[in-house]
């Protein structure tokens, strides 16, 4: 590593480094330490994954590719293919790295690709960028999860008049499609975006678009009715 011009601010969390190079632990541990990061190293990828992953606040993973149990990049891959994303954000360091390497890796989700001896100012904007990236995901699975809470508190009715109000129907239109008034509709939308904890119409869409979009959708937690059909 060759010392960096100027330290730029970090973000706060752990980093993980698994490289079995006891020199490159040693010295990132240092390093990272003494800008107030929490640092916890690893020489093998079994041990790393055997660790105790209840850890607070926003995580990174500093990850060589040739390991003595398993490839990292193999690791990171299959690691993607899965969906449910196990790692956390994820920089990945070689010495003996090419471009189809880098391409293979970028591919696979990784922050950065970095060849050693890299500069300490890359690494360290790379973690940066992987912690940052990490609490804004953290925060986001925590808001899908409010919004799957909330959409299951709705009753059967509010689910109906809420998938009507979405498909872009009118309050008499949703009353003559449910059998019911229109007022009897207008209660049910104020009880859905009360429920819901939203103030808009525009809001309730986009809502609903990211539920539709999360990785399991709203199986389960809906009864027997349908963000697609509505029914």
Same mark, same amino acid.
């Given at each position: 590593m060759t010392a960096p011009a100027s330290t730029p601010q970090m973000e706060s969390g752990l980093v993980y480094v698994v490289d079995d190079d006891a020199a490159i632990r040693t010295a990132l541990d240092s390093l990272l330490r003494s800008l107030g990061l929490r640092v916890q190293v690893f020489a093998r990828v079994a041990d790393f994954l055997a660790r105790d992953a209840a850890e607070p606040g926003p995580t990174c993973l500093v990850l060589d590719v040739r390991l003595p149990d398993i490839n990292g990049l193999d690791l990171l891959h299959a690691a993607s293919r899965t969906g449910g994303h196990p790692l956390p954000p994820t920089i990945m360091i070689t010495g003996h790295g090419d471009i189809p390497m880098s391409v293979r890796a970028m591919k696979a989700g990784a922050v950065e690709f970095l060849s050693k001896p890299f500069r300490?100012?890359?690494?360290?904007?790379?973690?940066?960028?992987?912690?940052?990236?990490?609490?804004?995901?953290?925060?986001?699975?925590?808001?899908? $999860?409010?919004?799957?809470?909330?959409?299951? @508190?709705? $009753?059967?009715?509010?689910?109906?008049?809420?998938?009507?109000?979405?498909?872009?129907?009118?309050?008499?239109?949703?009353?003559?499609?449910?059998?019911? @008034?229109?007022? $009897?509709?207008?209660?049910?939308?104020?009880?859905?975006?009360?429920?819901?904890?939203?103030? $808009?119409?525009?809001?309730?869409?986009r809502s609903m678009e990211r539920l539709i979009r999360s990785t399991d959708g709203l199986t389960g937690s809906v009864g027997t009715n349908s963000v697609q059909s509505g029914t």
């Open positions: 300490e100012g890359d690494l360290l904007r790379a973690i940066n960028e992987a912690l940052v990236r990490d609490r804004a995901e953290h925060h986001a699975r925590e808001e899908l $999860t409010i919004l799957r809470t909330r959409y299951a @508190s709705l $009753t059967r009715r509010e689910h109906e008049v809420l998938h009507a109000v979405v498909d872009g129907l009118l309050n008499k239109q949703i009353a003559a499609q449910l059998g019911m @008034s229109e007022a $009897t509709v207008k209660q049910h939308r104020a009880q859905v975006m009360r429920k819901m904890g939203l103030s $808009t119409l525009a809001m309730l869409v």
